[in-house]
């Protein structure tokens, strides 16, 4: 597909048909990521997939609201037929910024965030945006969202590390052809960018 109409196309989506995606698929989705951008090459970004309905069901189960899982509206996501849970590994960051072609001033915590955002949360930012768009140029939906609950336990079920740190997950399959958008529009390009002055 061409790239402009990947980023024009791309939606989140919030329904899924059954059809389960093949292994080469995935492979060809996940390929993608490790050409993400990395602060100082770093690559400090890791991709848990769940393709077993045993572990999407305990990822769910783990990390949802009750009621929200009880719902109907939940089976929409839940249906997904793979889950992926991007991952990033601060100690990759700290051990990288402390190797010999980095700068000592460089080597310090202060230095791997800007403004409260670190390195690792941007650049696993940037590498779930490439699953993203590659699902969409495979002809794929994916849907990015938040999990606030029971994160501790979530890394202890699937044997993650405790210092991975996450920012959601991605839930990834056939669109059924009835998405759910919100009645929000894309703002015009007037309305977000603003040349040499904000003004
Ligand atoms: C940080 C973040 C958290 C999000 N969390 C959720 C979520 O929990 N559930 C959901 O349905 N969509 C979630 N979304 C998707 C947004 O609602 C979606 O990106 C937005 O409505 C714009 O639509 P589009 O991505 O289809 O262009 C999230 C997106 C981001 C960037």
Known sequence: MEFDEVVRNRRMSRDFNDTLISHALI?????????????GFTQGFRFLVLTEENARFSFFKITSDEL???????????????????FCLKSEYINRYSQTDKLISHNNENFMEVQGTAFW????????????????????GALFFAIHNNLDKLKSHFNIDGDADLIGAVAVGYKSG????????????SEIIKFNSWN
């Open 27 to 39: 492979d060809e989705l996940l390929d993608a990521v490790r050409y993400s951008p990395s602060a």
């Open 68 to 86: 929200w899982l009880e719902s109907s509206d939940s089976k929409m996501i839940t249906n997904a037929p793979v889950i992926i849970i991007p």
């Open 121 to 140: 949360i941007t650049d696993l930012s940037f590498a779930t945006m490439i699953l993203l768009l590659n699902a969409e140029n495979l002809g794929l």
């Open 178 to 189: 009835v998405n759910r958008q919100t009645a929000r529009t894309k703002l015009k390009k």
